[in-house]
């Protein structure tokens, strides 16, 4: 008999969460942990981390991260296996950022900040995880969190959508390399999601003029991303790998 639910459970998992101090970050940590893993809260602002590691409470640990230091990547992964007895066997490459000014404006400090982020940081740690998980003969999934800007033009934005197209492109190239070693690697593809981040700029004349946009009318909501992301990361996910799952509201496919 199928039990539907079981599927999603990620019992027995240490999952690592990058970007784990901000909003969407957190959410996947929550996420995670709610569904039986041990989570590893890993980013540079250690105190957003303890804070969230005190209310997930057992089975949550905060470990500093910098994702364009290698040292930094190295130190987190021993300090996960050190908290949890093993390499962690899911992974959400959740870390990035973004500079917005029109690419006339961009200075080449400007592009290499974000693609050092959200390209090569991403790469050091997917393959971190995947060298750790070989060695130790266990499959596992990685979620890189890309965007629809990896897959269409976004205004403002272009070290940001060319650094999330090269994600989506890393995440074929380590599936079919990894599937071998029993190692999923699937791309996130979120739409405009409100965070307090941008929670303002959505609430302007301009922000709703974007909405207007998405078919649904409606911006994402960081629960919106619930599903798709535990589908990735659990054996409900276990025949897909080089997937780039989009959740958009139709954003993408709009011609408009």
């Known amino acids: 008999m199928v039990d ?5 459970r990620l019992t027995g998992s240490v999952a690592l969460v990058t970007g784990a101090s901000g909003a969407l ?21 250690t105190e957003a981390l303890e804070a969230l590691a005190g209310e997930l409470g057992a089975g949550a640990v905060a470990a500093p991260l910098d994702v364009a230091r290698p040292e930094s990547i190295a130190a987190c992964f021993d300090a996960a296996e050190r908290a949890f007895g093993v390499a962690p066997d899911v992974l959400v490459n959740n870390a990035g950022i973004a500079v917005s000014k029109p690419a006339l404006q ?4 400007d592009w290499d900040g974000v693609v050092e982020v959200n390209l090569r940081g991403c790469f050091l740690v997917a393959t971190e995880a995947g060298r750790r998980l070989v060695a130790a003969k266990r499959g596992g ?16 934005v272009a070290g940001y959508t060319a650094s999330k197209a090269g994600l989506v492109q890393l995440t074929k190239q380590l599936a079919v390399e990894w599937a071998r070693y029993g190692i999923r690697v699937n791309a996130l593809c979120p739409g405009y999601v409100e965070t307090p981040i941008n929670r303002e700029f959505f609430a302007s004349e301009a922000g709703q003029a974007v909405v207007k946009r ?10 919106d991303l619930t599903g798709p992301l535990l589908l990735l990361a659990s054996k409900a996910g276990a ?3 080089g997937a780039a ?3 958009d509201g139709g954003h993408s496919v709009n011609a408009l």
């Open 4 to 8: 539907p639910q079981g599927l999603f």
């Open 25 to 45: 970050g957190a959410h996947f940590a929550r996420v995670l942990h709610g569904a039986g893993a041990r989570v590893v809260l890993a980013a540079r602002r």
């Open 106 to 109: 961009q200075t080449a400090e």
């Open 141 to 156: 999934a990685i979620v890189n969190i890309a965007s629809i800007g990896g897959l269409r033009i976004l205004q403002g």
């Open 214 to 223: 998405v078919p649904q009318r409606r911006l994402g909501a960081p629960d």
């Open 239 to 241: 025949h897909m790998t």
């Open 245 to 247: 799952l989009v959740v």
